[in-house]
């Protein structure tokens, strides 16, 4: 039986590029595994992996029965809905420690930095194990993804490290004008379903019992949602009432201004007051120096809620 490695649920590229990376390694090490993702690939994943040739993975949504490894996440709620009924071997991942439990022991690397593809980097060269080409191109694309061109506050000199050697193994030696290509991919609205907008980069939280989502919509300039922003946030409300959550969130992120527009859904709004310091006016409010939802979003909410 093939084992499966997958990321979250609304799958980045990091998630995709990550789950194509271990998958190539393990594979290497003699195991019989295939990459998989929980959803369709986003625009920005789908250029990365035809810029260097590399095939899509599956979409996998069932996974009972099978053998897996995570990537990215060990979060339940981002998370397939029978991984309770999966065999997890393992998990790699660059996040705070979810709430996935096993049944026995699981190889396990979780490192606080800016993407997991840094992490599988270091796993190449831990266990003698050469990067392919291919391979190191997907990879140095998610980290820039996830560090936003090493602006984010999740960067560190690891992420940058790999980078640089990652870049030289595919050929790559303007990451700034790779990062802003691939920025402009993922800024891309025009025609765009608007759930399919804020489901892009989406992810769902329990936060001391209560359902909180947040999404993020990565811009080089916030004026390309001017003519959405309503249906954004008319979106978001809806999406609010159909999951029953407390909150319902959309970071719109400015990746040259350095900064974000927060929309808000929630039976309180007293709680972006006391995360963030700032209190929404019409649903907004706007949030200098913040792009990161892992380490300047989540962990901030989670203390408000707590």
Same mark, same amino acid.
């Given at each position: 039986m093939t084992t499966l490695v997958f990321g979250h649920k609304n799958p980045d590229t990091d998630s995709v590029c990550a789950a194509i990376a271990l998958a190539d390694l393990k594979k290497k090490l003699g195991e019989d595994i295939a990459p998989a993702a929980q959803g369709e690939l986003n625009p920005e994943s789908k250029?990365?992996?035809?810029?260097?040739?590399?095939? $899509?993975?599956?979409v996998v949504t069932s996974f009972a029965g099978k053998d897996?490894?995570? =990537? /990215? @996440?060990?979060? +339940? $709620?981002?998370?397939?809905?029978?991984?309770?009924?999966?065999?997890?071997?393992?998990? =790699? /991942? @660059?996040?705070? +420690?979810?709430?996935?439990?096993?049944?026995?022991?699981?190889?396990?690397?979780?490192?606080? =930095?800016?993407?997991?593809?840094?992490?599988?980097?270091?796993?190449?060269?831990y266990l003698g194990v050469e990067i392919p080409k291919d391979v190191a191109g997907i990879m140095l694309c998610a980290i820039l993804s996830d560090t936003v061109i090493f602006k984010s506050a999740t960067c560190t000199?690891?992420?940058?490290?790999?980078?640089?050697?990652?870049?030289?193994?595919?050929?790559?030696?303007?990451?700034?004008?790779?990062?802003?290509?691939?920025?402009?991919?993922?800024?891309?609205?025009?025609?765009?379903?608007?759930?399919?907008?804020?489901?892009?980069?989406?992810?769902?939280?329990n936060m001391s019992g209560k359902g909180v989502g947040v999404g993020q919509l990565e811009l080089v300039d916030l004026?390309?949602?001017?003519?959405?922003?309503?249906?954004?946030?008319?979106?978001?409300?809806?999406?609010k009432a159909e999951k029953g959550h407390h909150s319902v969130l959309l970071m719109l992120t400015d990746i040259m201004?350095?900064?974000?527009?927060?929309?808000?859904a929630s039976d309180d709004e007293s709680v972006i007051e006391k995360a963030f310091g700032v209190a929404p006016k019409d649903g907004k409010a706007w949030l200098p120096g913040i792009m990161s939802r892992k380490k300047q979003i989540v962990p901030d909410l989670e203390k408000a809620f707590s």
């Open positions: 250029f990365v992996l035809d810029k260097f040739g590399v095939a $899509a993975p599956a897996v490894y995570l =990537v /990215d @996440h060990s979060d +339940l $709620a981002q998370s397939p809905d029978d991984l309770k009924e999966a065999n997890i071997l393992g998990i =790699v /991942d @660059h996040h705070k +420690l979810g709430d996935v439990t096993t049944g026995q022991p699981l190889e396990c690397w979780i490192w606080p =930095v800016g993407c997991t593809c840094t992490v599988i980097s270091r796993m190449y060269k000199d690891e992420d940058k490290a790999v980078c640089a050697e990652l870049a030289e193994i595919c050929g790559e030696s303007d990451l700034e004008a790779l990062g802003i290509e691939m920025f402009k991919v993922k800024s891309a609205v025009e025609g765009t379903p608007i759930r399919e907008l804020v489901f892009r980069d989406y992810k769902d939280f004026s390309i949602v001017d003519g959405i922003k309503a249906d954004l946030e008319k979106d978001i409300k809806a999406l201004k350095e900064g974000t527009e927060l929309l808000v």
